[in-house]
């Protein structure tokens, strides 16, 4: 296989190295530096009553609580993040496309995440049940030493029946 030379090559060499998610980490950081300019050039642009700088900040809040739920889908690597980047670029600005894109991107998960929690869980189960079984044991023991108790008291109230019969 011939490697690429030039800017694509180091691309291509650096998806490698680094593998897949960090590539969509890389466009998050992208598209959140390419917000940044924008916000730089709409405060430096437009006149206000705010400083430039006060403007700049506010944009920035905006522009990264707006753009939040993609963010955090390309950053997490989700299945989903196209999806999710539509829904929060032409629904966000209505608050419940928001919350949806937010929500989606919190709950969605790739199959390795769904399996390493599988198997947490089964880990769990095992541990329980090893628990369960220790449980089952004593209260066996204990039923175990209950029957003995309860043949002592018999015997010994068999005995006072006949010590109270002899007087």
């Known amino acids: ?13 650096q998806q490698l190295i680094d593998g897949p998610s960090a ?9 959140a530096i390419f917000l940044l300019f924008v916000s730089a050039l709409v405060s430096f642009f437009i006149h ?28 997490m690597n989700r299945p989903h993040l196209a ?5 929060n670029t032409f629904l966000g600005f209505t608050g419940l496309g928001w919350v949806v894109a937010l929500t989606w991107a919190f709950l969605d998960s ?6 390493a929690g599988l198997n947490a869980l089964q880990t769990q189960l095992r541990d329980h049940r090893k628990e369960l079984d220790a449980c089952q044991k004593q209260i066996d023991e204990l039923r175990g ?14 005995m006072i029946e006949s010590i109270s019969k002899r007087k």
């Not at 296989?1 to 060499?13: H, K, N």
């Not at 590539?23 to 598209?31: E, G, I, P, S, T």
């Not at 790739?110 to 399996?115: M, P």
């Open 1 to 13: 296989m011939i490697l690429p030379v030039g800017p694509d090559g180091i691309q291509f060499m």
């Open 23 to 31: 590539y969509y980490r890389h466009q998050a950081v992208k598209f």
């Open 48 to 75: 206000t009553s705010l400083p430039g700088w006060a403007l700049f900040a506010l944009l920035n809040m905006g522009f990264f609580i707006y753009w939040a739920p993609t963010f955090y889908a390309a950053w």
């Open 83 to 87: 999806s999710i980047m539509a829904i």
């Open 110 to 115: 790739t199959a390795e995440e769904r399996q």
């Open 145 to 158: 030493y209950i029957i003995l108790l309860n043949d002592h008291q018999t015997y010994a109230n068999k």
